[in-house]
Nanobody, 127 residues
Framework: QVQLVESGGGLVQAGGSLRLSCAAS????????MGWFRQAPGKEREFVAA???????????DYADSVKGRFTISGNNAKNTVYLQMNSLKPEDAALYYC?????????????????WGQGTQVTVSS
């Protein structure tokens, strides 16, 4: 079993930055692909970014086109934590952001491929 706890959401003006954190506990962190998803009211949950683990603490990242160049995902094995640095935020980035873990080292973009989810952290962007 894996428990995920997100933090770092809040209210920010357009153009501002936030850093989300996802603390994981339970199973072997480095063998689980980790992803960030978001869901705005009335919309489906969508992929934001994910990391796939390679050898040791090496990982590679994937991003949704809408956040490329603005968001950066990173992982810290020692702390069992995944981060999402969000810069140049736009009003359309506002959503409930979820951290998710997949019981395989390779990430995917489909929410249904993930086995564990956090409760979410709210991001609000004012224009």
């Amino acid at each position: 079993q894996v428990q995920l706890v997100e933090s770092g959401g809040g209210l920010v003006q357009a153009g501002g930055s936030l850093r989300l954190s996802c603390a994981a506990s339970g199973r072997t962190f480095s063998r689980y692909a980790m992803g960030w998803f978001r869901q705005a009211p009335g919309k489906e949950r969508e992929f934001v970014a994910a990391i796939s683990w390679s050898v040791g603490s090496t990982y590679y990242a994937d991003y949704a086109d809408s956040v490329k160049g603005r968001f950066t995902i990173s992982g810290n094995n020692a702390k069992n934590t995944v981060y999402l640095q969000m810069n140049s935020l736009k009003p359309e980035d506002a959503a409930l952001y979820y951290c998710a873990a997949r019981r395989f080292p390779t990430a995917t973009m489909g929410p249904s491929d993930y086995d564990y989810w956090g409760q979410g952290t709210q991001v609000t962007v004012s224009s």
